[in-house]
């Protein structure tokens, strides 16, 4: 096995299972605080890891402020001590109502939600007003991803103005994810973050000398975390988030973040079925499939492993080195796509010192735990 991924213990784990190694995923965290240069200027993304003793992690180390995609999420870090809660995520059928819910259930953390559609908003504001409450609302930003938001401009005015007049309701300020910027070059990918971040500024300026309240820029995601970090905006909040155990995704996509990949799925020969070929059990089912066939996970110890066959239980993989394994024997697949391979596990098997010391629950893996 990888020297980086020793389990002392690992003949207790049933496979396919994802192992989280601790001491890799604090060294990540601390990274991610020395980028920042500040705790306070951070508000990571939970969808990664859906736990909250990562929750306790962040949290003992100052930061305040997370971020969330799902109600689960946001009800998971509340139940972890979070009090300033971001839900990315506009609200529609019955999340309205689970918007009021969540803020008289936690009355202690500042809550905020997102939105780009005029209905939605009416409807939010209605559902506060009559429950005598109220929420944050940001401005989801379009800066040329083109799944939700508004590009900055008269209709993404008009909106703003709506929240910022709507009863129950509370300005606060753009939400700004920018996933498409994918270039591996880091000083083409500032190049690129800035000349989207001069047209928000422009706008938010805008906005702030009509007499409205923009209190907070909540900007990128992990590939456009460090540009975003070089940046002295006083309302900057840095979202990144799968940095925090990070992925091999990433990690060929960004070679300037030096975040090693601190999870991984442990998975055992299960067939021989030829002289080339070895079958593991980590199949659909236990790693995210979203990546394209042939890169959904890396095997260290298998660096010119070719995928022939990935299917719901199996994993076929034709390699030069077949003959050194037999079934039952033990490999490290690190995933392409952590978070959704996150969503796949009920527990994950934590690692510190070499040995699994003891177990998380994937508590946010559902969508709905009590709201």
């Known amino acids: 096995m990888n020297p980086n991924y020793t389990i002392e213990n690992a003949s207790d784990i049933i496979t396919p299972a994802l192992v989280l190694f601790r001491e890799a995923m604090q060294r990540n965290i601390e990274t991610m605080i020395r980028i920042a240069g500040d705790p306070a200027r951070l508000r990571p993304h939970c969808k990664t890891t859906k736990m ?4 306790h992690e962040l949290l003992d180390r100052g930061i305040s402020k997370h971020k969330a995609a799902t109600f689960a999420e946001a009800e998971m870090l509340a139940d972890a001590g979070a009090s300033d809660i971001c839900l990315a995520y506009a609200m529609v059928g019955p999340n309205v109502q689970r918007a009021v819910k969540f803020v008289k259930t936690f009355p202690q953390v500042t809550f905020c939600v997102t939105a780009d559609h005029s209905r939605p908003v009416e409807a939010l504001s209605n559902a506060m007003t009559d429950a005598g409450q109220s929420v944050g609302v ?15 401009g008269p209709a993404a005015r008009e909106l703003y103005t709506q929240i910022t007049r709507a009863s129950g309701l509370e300005p606060g300020g753009f939400h700004v994810y920018d996933g498409h910027q ?6 083409q990918r500032r190049q690129a973050v800035g000349e989207q971040w001069r047209r928000v500024i422009a706008f938010r300026d805008e906005l702030v000398v009509a007499g409205m309240a923009v209190p907070r820029l909540l900007a990128g995601g992990t590939g456009s975390f460090p540009v975003y970090a070089q940046m002295e905006e006083v309302t900057l909040e840095l979202s990144p988030g799968t940095c925090i155990v990070n992925d091999q995704g990433y990690t060929d ?3 300037d973040l030096d975040f090693p990949p601190a999870a991984i799925v442990l ?9 080339d070929l070895v079958t593991v059990d980590v ?3 236990a790693v995210a499939s979203d990546p394209p066939f042939g890169k959904r996970v890396k095997f260290p110890d298998l660096p010119d492993a070719e995928h022939i066959v990935h299917n719901e239980e199996h994993l076929v993989l034709r390699t030069s080195d077949a003959e050194k394994y037999e079934p039952g024997d033990e490999l490290v697949a690190i995933p392409t796509h952590i978070c959704p391979t996150t969503a796949l596990h ?5 690692v510190e010192g070499q040995r699994v010391t003891q177990t998380w629950q994937v508590v946010a893996r559902d969508r709905q735990l009590n709201i």
């Open 283 to 285: 199949g659909t089912k």
């Open 253 to 255: 996509r960004f070679p």
């Open 267 to 275: 998975t055992r020969v299960v067939s021989r079925p030829a002289a």
């Open 346 to 350: 009920k527990q994950v098997h934590v």
């Open 138 to 152: 940001m401005l989801d930003v379009d800066t040329g991803l083109h799944r939700s938001g508004l590009e900055v």
């Open 52 to 55: 909250k003793e990562v929750v």
């Open 182 to 187: 994918h270039q591996r070059d880091f000083d």
